[in-house]
């Protein structure tokens, strides 16, 4: 009886226990949902003057977009009936004023206010706390430190190694060129470039492109990021998962942090072996003497004024993010370079008659060719302008901003930039959605703002590597004009998706086959 007695007040003690902990996590919830409301109705008042297309009271404007490559669209569209700007909502409570306007990105894009605390939020346990993502003092040193790893001196001897991982890319090519077949080439590019950072940043040959898996396994980190890139959209779109716990006990979460694992584990390979190579050698000078200086060596070697270095852990988010930022966005702008001149054949072949005299008989590019070919590189960035690598980004605002016609934002308000809005804005480029490369002609960039054409960002936070990017996009464009004609698909014609960088459902197919150079 005893033992009974106790047994029952165990029992008792626990669901009493339990009774109370559910009461606690109900009042929990409805506070936490009661600040959400209040904070809505505050935003809702906040962006009264900048009206948006219609919203749904739960959804916002989440089910408009349907991941079916009409997304992009529709946004440049709700810009026609809302000029400048206007307000997007994500679910119940997270709103964005959405920006299209060269004149309101000039506001944004001059300051050094911070990326947003909600999308790129989801990128630090990838990426860390890197430039991408960091602020302030933090931001302004990193950027300091980093900054001679774009020196022209650095850029020079990389040409030739751009140079020699587009060329391995172009052999695999030989045997597509045999068929009158098209083939995905996103995935060859995003190879390609990978191959080209790890040769040019960190001076390793991983022969990735032509070893099934390449060494530590960089085919698994080209799958790594594809997969975090969509599971950082997917976090973003489904509300419950912006909770911390609740994404991390989901089987996205699982999926997420399996990933970062591969990801991180290629880098810290990378900066491991640097490392042991370098233990002797701590100054530039001594490092030069020997061989070309490269990205790693400036990041390990770096010294502020108090000639303190960077810590572990920023040199591993700094190299997390110039991986991702180095291949990822270079391939996307390399490869719908390819497409647009694919589908614009008088320009294919006006590019291709300038890269052949720049060459004079040389199959690969060299430093000096890179102001060779005006031509060529009015087209890329006319595919720039068409299909941004980065279609969008957005800030935190830390203190009201007022713009030029007057209206205000609030402090804490998140602004997103679209870039893919700016580059088609009928109010500022006539037939916006046209392929033409004379638009870049100097006399006609004169007369824009130098915030309608914005694909590297601009002002004090733009890419720190943009050189970088349009240096090898000039030489994989170039050289593979010179190697083969590029026909699109009418089949297969690629459906754009927004992910973190710019991509397509379907792939990139084109039909490529050998130019006969004949006279």
């Given at each position: ?101 060269p004149d309101y990105v000039k506001t944004i894009l001059a300051s050094t206010e911070p990326k947003d605390d909600l999308l790129y939020r989801f990128l630090i346990p990838w990426i860390g ?111 419950p998962y912006h909770s911390e716990w609740i994404f991390q006990l989901s089987p996205h979460g699982y999926k997420y942090r399996k990933a970062c694992n591969v990801a991180h584990s290629h ?253």
């Amino acid at each position: 009886m005893e033992l009974f007695e106790t047994l029952k007040k165990v029992t008792l003690d626990s669901y009493r226990i339990r009774h109370l902990v559910a009461i606690f996590s109900l009042v929990y919830v409805v506070l936490k949902i009661s600040k959400l409301i209040v904070k809505r109705n505050e935003w809702i008042r906040a962006l009264e003057t900048f009206p948006g297309p219609p919203k749904h009271w739960l959804f916002g404007h989440v089910r408009e977009f349907k991941e079916d490559g009409t997304d992009m669209y529709k946004v440049v569209k709700w810009g026609e009936s809302y000029p400048l700007a206007f307000q997007m909502w994500f679910g119940p409570f997270v709103s964005f004023l959405n920006i299209h306007h060269p004149d309101y990105v000039k506001t944004i894009l001059a300051s050094t206010e911070p990326k947003d605390d909600l999308l790129y939020r989801f990128l630090i346990p990838w990426i860390g706390d890197g430039l991408l993502v960091s602020e302030g003092l933090k931001w302004f040193r990193h950027r300091r430190l980093l900054t001679p790893g774009f020196h022209y001196d650095v850029l020079k001897p990389y040409v030739k190694l751009m140079a020699d991982s587009a060329k391995t890319m172009l052999d695999k090519w030989e045997t597509h060129s045999k068929f009158d077949e098209s083939f995905e080439l996103f995935e060859h590019v995003s190879l390609m470039t990978l191959d080209s950072i790890m040769k040019c940043a960190f001076s390793s040959n991983t022969n990735c492109q032509t070893v099934q898996g390449g060494e530590s396994g960089t085919n698994s980190y080209i799958k790594a990021v594809y997969e975090l890139s969509d599971l950082v959209n997917v976090r973003f779109r489904i509300f419950p998962y912006h909770s911390e716990w609740i994404f991390q006990l989901s089987p996205h979460g699982y999926k997420y942090r399996k990933a970062c694992n591969v990801a991180h584990s290629h880098t810290e390979e990378i900066i491991r072996k640097r490392k042991e190579a370098l233990k002797d050698e701590k100054e530039l000078g001594r490092i030069q003497a020997k061989r070309n200086l490269d990205f790693l060596d400036i990041l390990l070697c770096a010294r502020d004024e108090d000639q303190q270095g960077l810590s572990d852990e920023a040199i591993r988010a700094e190299v997390d993010t110039f991986m991702f930022e180095g291949h990822d966005t270079t391939a996307s702008g390399i490869s719908w370079t390819l497409y647009s001149l694919a589908c614009n054949p008088e320009h294919q072949q006006i590019c291709r008659d300038e890269v052949i005299s720049a060459l004079e008989g040389r199959e690969t590019m060299e430093w000096e060719d890179l102001s060779k070919i005006p031509y060529t590189t009015m087209c890329i960035k006319e595919s720039l302008r068409l299909y941004p690598p980065v279609p969008g980004m957005s800030r935190k605002i830390t203190k009201p901003i007022t713009f030029f016609d007057g209206r205000t934002v609030p402090e804490g308000c998140l602004v997103g930039t679209s870039i893919f809005g700016i580059h088609r804005n009928a109010t500022v480029w006539e037939n916006p959605n046209a392929f033409d490369p004379l638009r870049f002609l100097p006399e006609n960039s004169a007369k824009r703002s130098p915030h309608a054409f914005v694909p590297f960002s601009a002002g004090p936070r733009n890419c720190i590597g943009q050189n970088f990017a349009m240096n090898e996009m000039k030489v994989v464009v170039a050289q593979t004009l010179k190697r083969y004609q590029l026909t699109e698909d009418p089949m297969k014609k690629p459906k754009m998706i927004p992910r973190l960088v710019l991509r397509s459902l379907n792939g990139i197919h084109l039909k490529i086959k050998p130019v006969n150079l004949e006279p």
